[in-house]
């Protein structure tokens, strides 16, 4: 009896949440080990067919670098990579397509269906959801360096994902997008889910990757900051806090709070459920990202 005790108390302890987030968006960009990891993907599908069942309007923009990388290596195709970036020429877009639309994405929204919910897979060309331009880059020296079909958001077109959520589908979205003469673009898969966030008037941004959040080291021992106010990001940067791969999802963080979104949240998808637990629990798991008069509390 203990045991069912317990789980009510869990369900009060997330009704005022259920509540407050009733048909918001959330925008959650799906990526890291949870993707390969079937009882991993499992726990994440089913978080987010929850959210759709208690009234939140979940979109996932999903990422797929290492699948990319196993397929590029079965075709005896090297990746090269500039500042984190891989460089892509034709035949590796191609690649990258195939790999994202084709079987990334159908994968995500299959899973959906078999755990009772409903979607709808895009690629960032479909309807011109995503328009895109070719990301220039300038190395130390002042040279400007060639990334192939790297592509930057110009703009996203959201009237197809509003559309599929109004029928109560949730929208799946590969980060590829197209310039107005039909070029095909790669695109960083948090910069995309944090411009959409904001095309949608995203509640939420959740970044789902392969750690906790981010981490300070104080005395030899690391300490999670829960809450960072994004004005402290650049300093933390320069003090190489934060470095690497999560330098992308902060800056996405960064620009979806100063066009609108009100809340952002790096979660580590190894967890289990760690979406339930961020999004509908009191004290969370990741770290949260939150403008500077925002005081944390909901």
């Known amino acids: 009896m203990e045991s069912y005790i317990q789980k009510a108390k869990i369900l009060v302890e997330a009704l005022p949440y259920i509540q407050k987030y009733y048909g918001k968006i959330f925008v959650i960009k799906y990526g890291g080990s949870a993707m390969k990891n079937e009882e991993l993907k499992n726990s994440i599908i089913t978080d987010i ?24 290596n079965k075709l005896g195709k090297t990746s090269k990579f500039i500042n984190g970036l891989r460089v892509t020429d034709s035949e590796t877009m191609q690649v990258v397509e195939a790999v994202l639309t084709g079987n990334i994405n159908k994968s995500i929204v299959s899973s959906i269906i078999k755990g009772g919910g409903k979607a709808i897979g895009f690629n960032g060309k479909d309807g011109f959801i995503i328009e895109a331009e070719k990301q220039e880059m300038i190395d130390e020296n002042g040279n400007k360096l060639d990334l192939g079909h790297v592509g930057r958001v110009v703009k996203i077109n959201p009237d197809i994902i509003n ?5 109560d589908y949730i929208p799946v979205i590969a980060p ?33 990757t ?16 829960s809450i960072i106010k994004m004005e402290d990001i650049p300093n933390l940067i320069k003090e190489n806090i934060i470095t690497g791969g999560m330098i992308p999802k902060v800056e996405s963080c960064v620009i979806a709070l100063q066009k609108g979104v009100r809340r952002t949240h790096i979660i ?17 798991i990741g770290t949260m990202i939150l403008k500077g008069e925002d005081d944390g509390n909901e």
Do not use: C
Request: glycine share 12%; proline share 2%.
């Open 49 to 72: 067919i929850l959210l759709k069942f208690v009234g939140v309007k979940p979109v996932i923009v999903h990422g797929g670098g290492p699948e990319i990388t196993e397929m590029l």
């Open 176 to 208: 590829i997008g197209m310039d107005k003469n039909g070029v095909s673009y790669n695109i960083n898969a948090d910069y995309v889910a944090g411009e959409i966030a904001v095309s949608l008037n995203a509640e939420k941004l959740v970044l789902i």
């Open 163 to 167: 559309a599929v959520l109004e029928k």
């Open 210 to 225: 392969d750690v906790e959040g981010i981490y300070k080291e104080t005395r030899g021992s690391k300490e999670l900051l």
């Open 268 to 284: 580590n998808g190894n967890l289990e459920h760690s979406l339930l637990l961020e999004i509908f629990t009191d004290i969370g």
